[in-house]
């Protein structure tokens, strides 16, 4: 296989070589004379932890960053790219991590979006030439798995996998020479992934250059041909897949520093047994929010990390967000700490004693043009604020210090726009802000989403130790692996029930049950019988 992928790429001159790029962000240097050299018809990883790099590189090939130095090469020509429609022009199309699509408008408006086809009828403006369009894109579509019927569709009816296909389709449209793929298994159960790749080797099939940026070095084996790896704003290393293991792709992203981590990785856990015996801090009854969620009931006992698990539409995120009161509950109860508590808004959620850190960090998380430390306090603002009217600079940055050092925040200082920070450093200054709160109950939606392996470990640690104080915890995480290592029990979902618990987990893993864990989630989740 390395044998063949070689030879192909051997034949095949670099069909984009970006060339010491450089680019400073206040102060802080995001690319250090950085390069990346990708092949046609080749499927090539961009790895690195969170802050190496990866996503100003990318910014800067797709037009939507301007460099401070360095040349973009396409097919032999320097590229001067202005913005990224200029780059869609050239033939640099990309995929995000966070969809573009509009979900009001049809697969087929979505496609075409400021780039319609127009026809002139009797003299009347132009108008959107519907029919040509669809002719244009619909063997392309159908190679995706997207119908006609579906061309007509509104995009909010689609599911995560089609949605993601239906930006390819977006991409391929119009000819792209390179497609960049931002995590784009982002949200997909395991067999869309599965699926996603297939549509990813049909697109080397036809020649099309993709750079694949990915957290999940477990995917590359057999996919990837080569990768380019950054740590610190510089490219370190360039390798074949094939002839290289997950350890030695760890080395070059973290050095030798690292911190080991694996499925089934138990050696940093710290929990209290038996928690049945611990008070109950969170006792939900009868809970329901229309269809979405029905019925549910469950407690959580200090120090103990209660995970949901499910396939996506099974209600987890549905639940935690009814508990917030960010959705109205339509039946049941809640008590926190034996007093009953309904929450209609974030705010009265904190003040009541929850805390969540949201799935979306981007949208619903940061607030991307503050600084860390306005990040960090504004979710109980009392704490540093004077006579509860004059908030205190000197104050914030004293609580932004203290929170940054207890989760390793790493930043030049507290008064850095957080949008410009890593997604792991992200991650750990919305804990920050939840922390600050002193929550009875800290939910985790998805917490290692779109972060590093490093960062994941760091996250890990929070939880664990979040969980070792006597804190509570609900766990929502689509990767089950990562669900058994932090959860003293599962409860499974399905159709906005609990079909199922697990319990005993700890136990059982020392035991060497994990893969037998992870089959009965698993089952549970795909058959819905009740356990």
């Known amino acids: 296989m390395a044998d063949d992928a070689q030879n192909r790429l051997d034949d095949t001159a670099p069909v984009l070589d970006a060339r010491e790029i450089t680019k400073h962000y206040d102060g802080v240097t995001a690319l250090d004379r950085a390069t990346l050299s990708v092949q046609r018809g080749e499927i090539h990883a961009l790895l690195g932890g969170n802050g190496a790099g990866k996503s100003t590189i990318i910014g800067v090939i797709s037009g939507a960053t301007k460099p401070d130095s360095g040349t973009i090469v396409l097919d032999g020509e320097t590229l001067a790219v202005a913005g990224p429609h200029g780059a869609i022009l050239a033939g640099i199309s990309t995929i995000y991590q966070e969809l573009s699509l509009v979900p009001a408008l049809s697969a087929l408006d979505n496609i075409f979006l400021g780039r319609e086809q127009k026809r002139r009828v009797l003299g009347m403006p132009l108008v959107s030439d519907r029919q040509r369009m669809e002719e244009r894109v619909r063997e392309l579509a159908g190679d995706f ?20 296909s239906l930006e390819i389709v977006k991409a391929l449209a119009f000819d792209p020479k390179v497609l960049i793929l931002d995590e784009p298994t982002s949200g997909l159960e395991d067999a869309e992934r599965a699926s996603l790749f297939e549509y990813m080797r049909a697109l080397r099939d036809r020649h099309v250059a993709l750079i694949w940026v990915t957290h999940h070095l477990e995917e590359l084996s057999g996919l990837a041909d080569r ?69 549910i009931s469950f407690d959580v006992h200090e120090g103990e990390v209660v995970g949901l698990a499910g396939l996506a539409g099974a209600g987890r995120t549905e639940i935690a967000r009814t508990l917030m009161g960010l959705d109205p509950r339509t039946a049941g109860t809640v008590e926190l700490d034996g007093k009953r508590i309904a929450p209609r808004s974030s705010s009265s959620a904190y003040r009541a004693g929850l805390a969540m850190l949201p799935e979306d960090r981007k949208q619903l998380g940061i607030l991307a043009d503050l600084s860390i430390a306005s990040n960090i306090s504004i979710s109980k603002l009392s704490t540093v604020s004077r006579a509860r009217f004059w908030l205190s600079a000197r104050r914030e940055k004293v609580l932004a210090e203290k929170y940054g050092t207890r989760l390793g925040i790493k930043a030049p200082d507290y008064d850095t726009r957080i949008g410009n920070l890593s997604g792991g450093n992200q991650q750990k200054a919305v804990v920050a802000r939840c922390l600050n709160t002193s929550p009875r109950l800290l939910i985790f939606d998805e917490p290692t989403q779109g972060i590093d392996v490093s960062a994941k470990v760091d996250v890990h640690a929070l939880i664990r130790h979040f969980s070792a104080d006597g804190g509570a915890a609900i766990l929502i995480a689509s990767e089950f692996e990562e669900l058994l290592e932090l959860s003293h029990r599962v409860l499974v979902l399905k159709k906005g029930r609990i079909v199922g618990e697990i319990r005993d987990i700890p136990k059982t893993i020392a035991a060497g049950g994990f893969a037998e864990l992870k089959t009965r989630v698993l089952s549970l989740s795909a058959a819905g019988a009740v356990e």
Request: charged content about 25%.
């Open 227 to 295: 990768a380019t790896i950054f740590r610190d704003g510089r490219s370190v290393a360039t390798v074949q897949i094939a002839d290289t293991s997950v350890d030695q792709l760890l080395t070059h992203m973290f050095g030798d520093q690292r911190e080991e981590f694996g499925a089934g990785d138990t050696r940093h856990l710290n929990r209290l047994t038996p928690l049945d015996d611990a008070p109950v801090v969170l006792s939900v009854r009868g809970l329901s929010r229309g269809t979405l969620a029905r019925d």
């Open 145 to 164: 798995g997207i119908s006609d019927a579906d061309l007509r569709t509104p995009v909010s009816q689609f599911g995560a996998l089609k949605k993601r």
